[in-house]
C-alpha cells in the first residue's frame, strides 16, 4: 500500500503526470494509471482520510472478487501493451507479470503469460521474433524494385534505388531516392537519415553490401572505412548482418517490402523530372505512412518513435558528416601518391611503404599506419604535382645514381631528342626530382624494346 499512497501524493498533492509518476514511483504507467482510476472510483484523493488503514484502503481499491460462479474470466492482459514496455531497457517479462498480477491479483500464472504473449506476437508480426529496445537499432537496405526520373530536356530515364530505413523499437520508417548504391550515396543517405531522426541509435544494422562492408565475413565482417569513420562522427555503431541469417534483417526487409508496396506501388503511374521532385512525393507517403495506425499495436509509428525511441536517441554532432574516401597506397620514389590523377607529396623517408589517402571535397591528407603524415589541399586539376618542400630530402639518396644530370646523360644515349624531352620534362616540375617518374619510365622502356 506504500506504493498506491505515493502514487496518490505525487498525483494530488505534487500535481505530477502520470508517466513521471511512474518514473518516480518505479512502476509501469500502465500500472499508475490503474491505481488512479481505483481511487477515483472509491473516491479517495489526498490526503486520504484520519484514521484510514492499509487493509481499508486495500479493501476500497481490491474489493474481494466475486464467487467464481458469478465471475467472469479472468482478465487477459493488454498484449499490444506489454509488447511496447518490453521495448523498454530493463524491462522484463517477469517484471510486467507481477505488474499485471498486483492490478488484477486472480488473473493468470506466468507460464501462461508468456506462452499467451508468444502467440499473439506471432499472430501480429509473424516475421519478427526479437525484442528492439527503444533508441538501440536502426535497420538499413536499399529496396530491389526502382523508380525512373526522366530528364526534360534529353528524356534520358534514370533509374533511382530507394534507401529504406526502420527504427527496431517503433517501426518509424525512413525512405530516399539515390542514384545508385555507391558508398557516395550510402553515405549521404545515413546523414540524411539522422537528421531526419534528430539523433542517431546505438547501432545501425546493415545487409552485405559492397558499400557497406568490405569483408562479407560470417562473424567478423569488415566494414569500409569511410562508413566506420561515418559511424564514429555520429557516435553510433554499424552491426553487419550475417551472411545466410535472414533474421538478422528481418525488420527491414519487411520496412522494404512496406515501403515498396506504400511509396513505389502509390508513385507508379507518376513520371519525375528531378530527384528533389521525387524524394518529395516520397517524403509525404512516409510522413502517412509514419502517422498512420498499425493494426494490433493501437498506435503509429510516429507515436511509438516519440515514446519509445526519440527519448533515447544519442544527439546529433554541430556538422554533418562530410564524406571522404580512402585509397591505400605506396609511397612511389619520387615521395608521391596518385589521387584521381594528380600527385601529392609526403616525407620522404616513407618511400616505398604504405600509406593511406583520405579524400574528401577539399583536402587529401596522407595517414602512415594512423598518424597524419601529410595535409594538402585538393588540386582542381588531373594532371600536375602538390609538393611541400619539407617532404624533400636534402640530398635525394634514394635516388643512387640518378641525378637530373645522370637522367639527360641517360636520355643522350639513347639521343639528342631523348636528352631535350628529358631536360624539358624536369624543367616543368617546381623539383626536379618530379620529372624522374617520367623519364625512367621511357628509360624502362628502352630496355624492353630497344631504342629505335
Not at 501524493?9 to 491505481?35: C, D, M, T, W
Not at 500464472?109 to 516475421?127: H, I, L, N
Not at 588540386?379 to 639518396?397: E, F, K, L
Request: hydrophobic residues 40%; charged residues 25%.
Amino acid at each position: 500500500m506504500r506504493r498506491i499512497k505515493e502514487v496518490l501524493r505525487l498525483k494530488h498533492f505534487q500535481g505530477l503526470p502520470e508517466r513521471a509518476i511512474a518514473r518516480s514511483v518505479g512502476v509501469s504507467n500502465g500500472v499508475v494509471h490503474s491505481y488512479l482510476s481505483r481511487a477515483r472510483s472509491a473516491g479517495l484523493s489526498w490526503p486520504l482520510p484520519e484514521g484510514m488503514t492499509d487493509e481499508d484502503l486495500e479493501l476500497l481499491l481490491f474489493p474481494a472478487p466475486r464467487p467464481a460462479s458469478q465471475s467472469p474470466q479472468r482478465p487477459v492482459p493488454d498484449w499490444s501493451y506489454i509488447d511496447k514496455e518490453l521495448r523498454r531497457r530493463n524491462v522484463t517479462r517477469r517484471l510486467l507479470w507481477e505488474e499485471y498480477r498486483a492490478v488484477n491479483p486472480d488473473g493468470f500464472g506466468y507460464t501462461w503469460f508468456c506462452t499467451t504473449y508468444e502467440a499473439w506476437k506471432g499472430r501480429v508480426r509473424p516475421s519478427m521474433r526479437q525484442i528492439h529496445l527503444g533508441g538501440e537499432k536502426v535497420f538499413v537496405d536499399f529496396a530491389g524494385d526502382t523508380m525512373d526520373i526522366v530528364d526534360p530536356l534529353t528524356g534520358e530515364v534514370q533509374p533511382m534505388k530507394l534507401f529504406v530505413a526502420a527504427m527496431g523499437a517503433s517501426n518509424y520508417t525512413y525512405a530516399e531516392a539515390c542514384p545508385s548504391e555507391s558508398l557516395a550515396d550510402w553515405i549521404r543517405a545515413h546523414v540524411n537519415l539522422f537528421t531526419f531522426l534528430s539523433g542517431t541509435p546505438t547501432f545501425v544494422v546493415c545487409d552485405n553490401l559492397k558499400a557497406a562492408v568490405s569483408n562479407p565475413d560470417r562473424y567478423d565482417p569488415g566494414l569500409n572505412r569511410t562508413y566506420a569513420e561515418m559511424a564514429s562522427h555520429y557516435g553510433t555503431a554499424i552491426l553487419a548482418a550475417r551472411p545466410r541469417r535472414p533474421k538478422d534483417k528481418a525488420k527491414v526487409e519487411v520496412a522494404v517490402q512496406i515501403a515498396q508496396r506504400w511509396i513505389l506501388a502509390r508513385l507508379r503511374n507518376q513520371r519525375f523530372f528531378s530527384r528533389a521532385e521525387l524524394n518529395a512525393a516520397i517524403k509525404t507517403l512516409v510522413d502517412e505512412l509514419n502517422a498512420r495506425q498499425m493494426r494490433g499495436f493501437g498506435s503509429s509509428r510516429a507515436e511509438l518513435f516519440a515514446e519509445l525511441d526519440k527519448p533515447k536517441l544519442t544527439p546529433l554532432p554541430d556538422q554533418p558528416y562530410a564524406f571522404a574516401r580512402w585509397k591505400r597506397c605506396r609511397l612511389a620514389p619520387d615521395y608521391h601518391v596518385e589521387v584521381d590523377g594528380h600527385w601529392y607529396s609526403a616525407p620522404y623517408r616513407l618511400i616505398g611503404e604504405l600509406v593511406d589517402a583520405r579524400i574528401d571535397d577539399r583536402t587529401v591528407e596522407i595517414f602512415h599506419k594512423g598518424q597524419r603524415i601529410a595535409s594538402h589541399a585538393r588540386a582542381p586539376n588531373r594532371r600536375g604535382h602538390t609538393t611541400i618542400a619539407d617532404h624533400m630530402p636534402s640530398a635525394h639518396r634514394r635516388y643512387g645514381k640518378w641525378t637530373p644530370a645522370a637522367v639527360i646523360a641517360a636520355g643522350e644515349r639513347i639521343g639528342p631528342s631523348t636528352a631535350a624531352f628529358f631536360q624539358a620534362v624536369i624543367d616543368a616540375r617546381p623539383h626536379p626530382e618530379q620529372g624522374f617518374r617520367t623519364c625512367l619510365g621511357i628509360l624502362a622502356l628502352v630496355k624492353s624494346y630497344g631504342a629505335d
